[in-house]
């Protein structure tokens, strides 16, 4: 049923309907709009505007039209434009008349403002315990693979040697950001704007304060205008799911680079792989191309919700009934990957030796500078003094590690060291100690910290 044709004499075009109705996606919101709408009929009895009678039958209505949702059975009709009008025909249909008494004093606009923020408080929490899922699985491969080694990369370019534990964890802490954000995110959801009416606020005394405890929000908006036109916590949410992608965007990247003949750290497990129509010899890692892929897909979602939002030039306008979609689909998209990527992560098989081949010696120049600090020269030079060493290597097509005695002395005279010791993966990352290093002592507490993370 329309909510609102009394003004018209004809109908609506009918293209123009389907253009203009948004039941296929705001269904979504079908439980807290009943919930929404039950608090609500709570304060019209408080006011006097519902008896005791009629109260109890609206009650009685919304817990059916609840129990439909949650068993699936409600039918939506051609003529639903919104989640809102389905759930008042159905509630025309079951008690009749007293239905319309159910929208006094309340908007479509402070309504669905109201659903939107209750299904992102309803949902973010779901979000939050899966990406911890996934940030528990990346502190298991960090105990499991304490012992390994690899060579990290800044520029792409060979950089120093690292646990591999240090390298899983990395992104552990870019995605505890990421769930911080979200908890952020949820505060700013927690604002109650029903009882703003469309734009000037409700003529009916209700009690706002008592409203929002009953749904669980933490306060009320305090401007009516501001309340219905403000999707500052979708665009929050958008933003955080987003960044969220990008993080697991550059986890796959790595993946993708690591699994492949080129690199060989990883063997993709077959469950998460995928082979080629036509080279029988291929094993792709479709589900982190996937990944990165879905955070392009995402990033266009916060673009056009900015994109919507920047030019609305008043309170509520159609346009916001776009702020939905976008919202969703974010959602979906991290409800759908991070699953995967738990799994696709325990699964991965490490290949150690190929890992320590490609500690070339020349990622160990930092060592031989800091070393010779330590004896006392200051660092910029020592920075130039390794650096004619890797010059002087190179024209030998040699690394620096198999410079004689000699050649080290005429680079450095009168200075004694043992440069042999320095050239060693485990010597190199013991140096590291310091809280945040790859020093295996550092990183196992690092994984303690992070495990109490998980628990707050």
Same mark, same amino acid.
């Given at each position: ?11 609506? *075009? ?46 009685? @209505? ?42 006094? #004093? ?25 990406? #911890? ?63 703003? #009416? ?27 205008? *501001? ?36 690199? @060989? ?30 955070? %392009? ?6 673009? #056009? ?5 920047? %030019? ?57 500078? *800091? ?46 060291? *043992? ?38």
């Amino acid at each position: 049923m329309s909510l609102w044709g009394g003004r018209f004499s004809g109908s609506m *075009d009918p293209d123009a309907w389907i253009l203009n109705a948004s039941i296929l996606f705001d269904q979504r919101m079908a439980r807290q709009d009943v919930t929404g709408s039950q608090a609500w009929a709570q304060q019209l009895q408080a006011i006097g505007v519902l008896n005791v009678e009629e109260y109890a039958a609206i009650h009685q @209505g919304l817990e059916q039209i609840q129990s439909e949702f949650s068993q699936k059975t409600f039918v939506f009709q051609p003529g639903d434009e919104d989640i809102h009008s389905a759930v008042e025909r159905r509630m025309y249909e079951i008690i009749g008349a007293t239905a319309g008494k159910l929208h006094t #004093g309340r908007s479509r606009n402070d309504q669905v403002a109201t659903d939107f923020r209750l299904w992102l408080l309803d949902q973010i929490p779901e979000i939050l315990k899966t990406i #911890g899922q996934f940030q528990a699985q990346l502190i298991t491969r960090a105990e499991m693979d304490m012992d390994l080694v690899m060579p990290a990369y800044t520029h792409l370019q060979r950089a120093q040697p690292v646990l591999l534990s240090h390298w899983w964890l990395s992104f552990f802490w870019a995605l505890e950001r990421d769930r911080q954000r979200l908890v952020f995110a949820q505060q700013e959801c927690a604002v109650l704007p029903l009882g703003s #009416g469309a734009v000037a606020g409700t003529s009916f005394p209700i009690d706002r304060e008592a409203l929002a405890a009953q749904l669980g929000f933490a306060k009320i908006s305090r401007n009516s205008m *501001d309340a219905v036109s403000d999707r500052d916590f979708a665009v929050q949410f958008v933003f955080d799911a987003v960044l969220c992608g990008v993080h697991l965007s550059r986890l796959a990247e790595q993946v993708v680079l690591f699994t492949s003949a080129e690199f @060989g750290f990883f063997v993709l497990d077959d469950a998460f792989a995928t082979g080629s129509s036509l080279m029988p010899q291929k094993k792709n890692s479709d589900v982190f191309e996937l990944t990165r892929g879905k955070a %392009g897909t995402m990033l266009g979602l916060l673009t #056009g919700l900015l994109a919507t939002l920047k %030019g609305l030039p008043s309170t509520y306008d159609k346009d916001l009934q776009e702020d939905k979609q976008a919202v969703f689909q974010a959602f979906d998209i991290l409800m759908a990957v991070l699953p995967v990527l738990t799994k696709a992560i325990a699964t991965l098989r490490v290949n150690p030796a190929r890992m320590a081949a490609a500690i070339d010696p020349s990622v160990y120049a930092t060592d031989v500078a *800091d070393l010779l600090v330590k004896v006392g020269i200051p660092f910029r030079e020592t920075h130039g003094l390794v650096g004619q060493a890797v010059r002087v290597a190179a024209g030998q097509a040699k690394g620096i590690q198999e410079l004689s005695v000699e050649e080290w002395q005429a680079i450095i005279p009168g200075v004694t060291i *043992d440069w042999q010791a320095v050239f060693s993966p485990q010597a190199s990352i013991a140096t590291r100690s310091v809280v945040g290093g790859t020093a295996p002592a550092a990183v196992l507490e690092q994984i303690n910290t992070a495990r109490r993370c998980l628990l707050v």
